[in-house]
């Protein structure tokens, strides 16, 4: 095979150490292998740094394993072409598997350039990744601590949530305050409701009249401390990722133009992408990235399935959750989701639609455009003559005879 790279490493990266194969020209033999083993410690991946250094080389190619590969990458990044590959793509024969084997499969996959690099943005970019990433898992956090509070409510016959959508709006954390301290009757605490919650007040002392436990209200004394402390955290990040934001605020703010696309949501979809589409051959490979893309499984010239691939969850995660938040409002995404729902389930609407999200945030990235809906009816305009023949069907079957009349178009 061609040889791509003369001068090369791979790297079997583990939590405690480091295997690195170096691949060099020997005008006797032909190539030299040199392999040798380093701590993951950082002073002794500066040395790895220089080892690789001293045999000029000039690509490193190592798997992303977990979180392991990031302290050798930032060592490693600015001195040498780093690959980062997926361990799906370059699995080795079975049997006889050593580090010190894998060390060389990746150096000499790297050597005859067939690895596929993942993806690796900027360090700016991946700053704000972080970001994101961590504040979306405070969010989680919160919404688990809220619904423990949901059970000990349950377990001391409080109904709140039957009446109050939202257990810790205003009006419910105030009498979630008022059940801890155990001094109220359920005719004061009702009266503590706020805003629409008011026009319930007689569903709400049925539903606050139950049988609280001494230790009842211990857990939910510190429930709601947690769930303090984590809206403080929140917060906190909200104010950290804005301010990282500013050099992406135009994506951001062109993301934001799509229905059902919050702020926090465009800022999610904007680090995850970034603002380079040209990393992206089309906006198709990027949905294939994201995993939100038909895959394509062919033998015999018959197609298998069409199940999506693994690809960047948290990205695929957030998509999802945007569209079925559209799903409610009267633009063409909403529309399109109704369509595909009827026929394939709410799941699959959820993963096509979340694919054309996507499609849109490329191109609005990519031409600096904002977004401009093509209306809930789009789909009837397309195909009239179906909407009506469908629509006189439903109608003959409820069993009406329908005449249809042209209404005047007036001039």
Known sequence: MQVVYSRCAGLDVHKKSVVACVITPNDSRGWHKEIRTFSTMTKDLLNLCDWLTSHDCTHVAMESTGEYWRPVFNILEGNFEVILVNARHM????????????????????????????????????????LTRHRSNFIRERVNLVNRVQKVLEAANIKLASVASDVMGVSGRAMLAAIVEGNSTPELMAGLAKGTMTKKHDLLVSALEGR???????????????????????????QQIEEYCHPFEAAVELVDTIPGIARRTAEIIVSEI?????????????????????????????KLSDS?????????????????????????????????????????????????????????????????????????KQRPESVKKRLIKRLEKLGYQVNLEPVPVAS
């Open 91 to 130: 699995k080795a024969v079975p049997g006889r598997k050593t580090d010190i084997k894998d060390a060389q499969w990746i150096a000499e996959l790297l050597q005859h350039g067939l690895l596929r690099p993942s993806l690796i943005p900027p360090i700016e970019h991946r700053d704000l990744r972080d």
């Open 308 to 380: 999506t691939r693994k690809g960047n969850r948290v990205l695929r995660t957030i998509l999802v959750q945007a569209a079925h938040a559209l799903a409610r409002t009267k633009t063409y995404l909403a529309a399109q989701f109704r369509r595909l729902a009827a026929r394939r389930g709410k799941k699959r609407a959820a993963v096509a639609v979340a694919h054309s999200i996507l499609v849109i945030a490329y191109h609005l990235i990519s031409r600096q455009e904002p977004y401009k809906d093509l209306g809930a009816d789009y789909f009837d």
């Open 212 to 238: 609280v436990r001494p230790h009842q209200k211990f857990i939910l004394a510190q429930l709601l401390a947690q769930i303090d402390s984590i809206d403080s955290s929140i917060e906190l990040f909200d």
């Open 274 to 302: 970034g603002t380079d589409m040209s990393r992206f051959p089309s906006a198709e490979h990027l949905a294939a990235w994201a995993g939100v893309a038909p895959g394509n499984y062919e033998s015999g010239g018959k």
